[in-house]
C-alpha cells in the first residue's frame, strides 16, 4: 500500500483486508469538486468563508460514509465475528501483560 500525499485522512478497513478511502486535503479546488455553496444569507465575510467550509465539511463526511459502507457490505458476517474474537483475545492478552508482578 502506498503512502498518501500528505495532508491525505487514510480510512482502512477494520477488517484489515489492505482496502482503504483516501480524503485528499482541504483546498479550494476540492470545496468546488465537492459542490461547496456559499450560503446567500452570509452578513460578511467570515460567515460567507464559513458557509463554504460547513459545507464542503458535510459533503466529505457524507461521500466518505458512503464509501466505507459500499466497502464493508462485501464483508461477511463470519469476516466479522472472526475480527471481533481477534481483538478481544488481544486485549486480554494487553491486559495479562499489564498486570504487575506477583511477588
Known amino acids: 500500500m502506498s503512502a498518501p500525499i500528505s495532508g491525505t485522512t487514510r480510512y482502512l478497513c477494520p477488517l484489515e483486508c489492505g482496502w482503504h478511502h483516501d480524503v485528499p486535503p482541504p483546498s479550494p479546488d476540492r470545496a468546488i469538486e465537492l459542490g461547496a455553496r456559499l450560503d446567500p444569507t452570509a452578513r460578511d465575510f467570515q460567515e460567507a468563508v464559513h458557509s463554504i467550509v460547513s459545507s464542503a465539511v458535510l459533503a466529505e463526511g457524507q461521500r466518505t460514509e458512503a464509501a466505507l459502507r459500499e466497502h464493508l ?7 466479522f465475528v472472526r475480527t471481533i474474537q481477534g481483538l478481544r483475545a488481544e ?13
Open 73 to 79: 457490505a462485501t464483508h461477511t458476517t463470519e469476516q
Open 91 to 103: 486485549v486480554a492478552r494487553l491486559k495479562r501483560a499489564a498486570e504487575p508482578a506477583p511477588w
